[in-house]
Structures are given as C-alpha cells and as structure tokens.
C-alpha cells in the first residue's frame, strides 16, 4: 500500500486469563503516522485455538480499554458442542495440545514431537 508502518511498543504485553481460557495482547503501530492498535486473541479450546485479530477505530484506547473489548470479544464466542475446553476429561489429550500449539506457532514451530521437546527444553 505505500505506507510505512512500524511498531512502536506494547500496550498490552502477552496475558494468559486462565479462568476465560484466553491469551492476549495489544500492540501499537505507526500506519503511515497514524497511531493504530492490534489487538491479538487466542481463545483456547479442545482443538486448539481460536485467533481473533481486533483492530480499534480508536487509536488511543487504554489498556484498561483493550480488557474490556476481549472481554466482550471472548464472550460473544460461542464453540460448537464437544469443542469448550471446559469440556475436558481426564486423560483427554487433545484439549492439552491447546497451550503447547499456540506456544509453538508462536514460536515459528511446527508443532509436532520436536515442537514438544523444543518447548519442554525452553520451559
């Protein structure tokens, strides 16, 4: 597009909110001189995640602010029948490989055993 966009710092740095099964954080950007906010969501669930990308027409929102839209966000996610991660049951493995997918993608990893063993050493 022609327009010079670079990061400018955290306004939310990475939060993990255990209790909605989410992971969060909000950047700031500089589009073109214009300050603009992504907001990044993942929403774990028996499969993995859920991404959701939120990007406010309000670039100058507050932390508190960018709470309060993934908490709304979060909310307003409905998962199909079977697929909550409040679903989970002992010894069911698929709703464990929620955490470590997101962590590997996030690490630029495929996820797979090396993944596994790549995350468990860096842990």
């Known amino acids: 597009l022609g327009q010079d966009i670079r990061f400018e710092g955290w306004l939310v740095y ?3 909110d255990k209790g909605k099964n989410i992971l969060y954080y909000a950047n ?3 589009w073109g001189g ?19 990308k939120i990007v406010p027409v309000n670039g100058n929102i507050t932390s508190d602010d960018v709470q309060k839209i993934v908490a709304a966000s979060a909310a307003a996610y409905k998962p199909q029948a079977g697929s909550s991660y409040f679903e989970f049951s002992s010894g069911d493995k698929v709703a464990g490989y929620g955490a470590l997918g997101v962590l590997a993608t996030m690490l630029g990893v495929k996820y797979g055993g090396a993944a596994s063993a790549g995350l468990i050493a860096l842990a």
Do not use: C, E, K
């Open 14 to 16: 990475p939060r993990i």
């Open 28 to 30: 700031i950007l500089n």
């Open 34 to 52: 214009d300050r603009t906010i992504n907001i990044s969501v993942s929403i774990f669930d028996r499969q993995g995640y859920v991404p959701i």
